[in-house]
């Protein structure tokens, strides 16, 4: 089996991928930017490619049109980069990594959320600019904040990072109370289920964790902001389609909130009208990084390798399959026999 490979892979696991077959290593990062269609589509026929792994790069319909390629792995917790719709009729398995960056978006949100709380960013360039120029009680006096331990913290959606975030928060003393209508039971009986009315009325901090879809567009509007307490902090590090732009705008300029930790944008790089939320003092914005650390390259890889070596050796669907409705249309079986571990 050849397998060409966009996705950013460490020695280790791509070794571990060699065990089984010719691996072409691509890796999107090297050019800087995502590999086009047409340049997806120049190397499974310059490879022969059976099997294609993407973090970033676009996969649309016209890339399941070569005949070699018998399935799909996306470094992503959700495939929004591939047409699944299009692989699903041409019998292509997709496979993704849910939860990749659950720990590191886990971490940046307490991070962030630390340091708003304690004034860190604005301490920091107060002394810098060399204004510690009165007492030496003037710092304790003009910064002084509060501690994260006991706070009420809302998430909007319960998932992988939602989970890891939660359990991250426990040893601080946090109450968690959550939204997310497609859990039956609670993971957790110390996590609280609520309406999401509740979650922002009652939170100190609100953080999202949703993906875009149809359902979850816009879903933050201007009558959920308004719910929050004016001491409430805003986190946003999952999506900003999620939220819309304009009420977040206005409740952190006539400061009906606190503040909002922003690392996710409408366009990326951002427009003005993201500048202009990225502007505001009481905004901490980030360059949409809190999933990004080496570490997150490790954890997507060692994943697609162990749903790929179930699948290439048994040729049933995993956990971590996509579209399960490919298989009643399966284009190419794989190759027997192969082990990734």
């Known amino acids: 089996m050849i397998l060409l490979v966009t996705a950013p892979f460490f020695e280790e696991e791509l070794e571990r991928l060699r065990r089984f077959g010719d691996v072409a290593y691509r890796p999107w990062k090297a050019n800087g930017r995502a590999h086009t269609a047409e340049e997806l589509i120049a190397m499974l026929h310059e490879t022969g490619a059976q099997g294609l792994i993407v973090e970033h790069d676009p996969v649309p319909a016209e890339v399941f049109a070569v005949d070699s390629l018998q399935w799909v792995g996306v470094c992503r917790g959700t495939p929004s980069n591939v047409d699944v719709a299009a692989a699903t009729r041409h019998g292509v398995p997709v496979f993704r990594t849910p939860a990749r960056n659950a720990q590191a978006v886990a971490e940046y949100v307490i991070g962030e959320v630390i340091a708003m709380l304690r004034h860190i960013p604005e301490s920091r360039a107060w002394l810098r600019e060399r204004r510690w120029t009165d ?62 009315e509740e979650l922002f009325a009652t939170s100190d901090i609100v953080s999202v964790h949703l993906p875009v879809t149809k359902e979850t567009q816009g879903m933050i509007d201007g009558r959920l902001l308004g719910l929050m307490k004016k001491d409430a902090i805003f986190v946003n590090s999952a999506r900003a389609a999620v939220v819309e732009r304009t009420a977040l705008l206005a409740a952190l300029k006539e400061r009906s909130i606190a503040g909002a930790i922003v690392d996710v944008y409408y366009a990326e790089p951002p427009d003005e009208r993201d500048y202009e939320l990225v502007d505001l003092p009481n905004v901490q914005a980030t360059p949409h ?41 399966l284009r190419g079986r794989p190759e027997a026999g192969g082990s990734l571990v």
């Open 289 to 329: 990084l809190a999933g990004n650390t080496f570490e997150v390259d490790r954890y997507h890889a060692r994943m697609m390798l162990d749903a790929l070596s179930e699948w290439l050796q048994r040729a049933v669907g995993t956990e971590l399959l996509y579209n399960p409705e490919a298989l009643a249309r």
């Open 135 to 196: 007492s030496s009680h003037a710092s304790y006096l003009q910064f002084r904040g509060s501690e994260l331990s006991g706070k009420t913290i809302g998430l909007v959606g319960l998932g992988g990072v939602g989970r890891r975030l939660a359990a991250l928060l426990r040893p601080f003393g946090c109450r968690i109370q959550y939204f997310d209508p497609h859990l039956e039971a609670s993971p957790d009986p110390g996590y609280a289920p609520v309406a999401l």
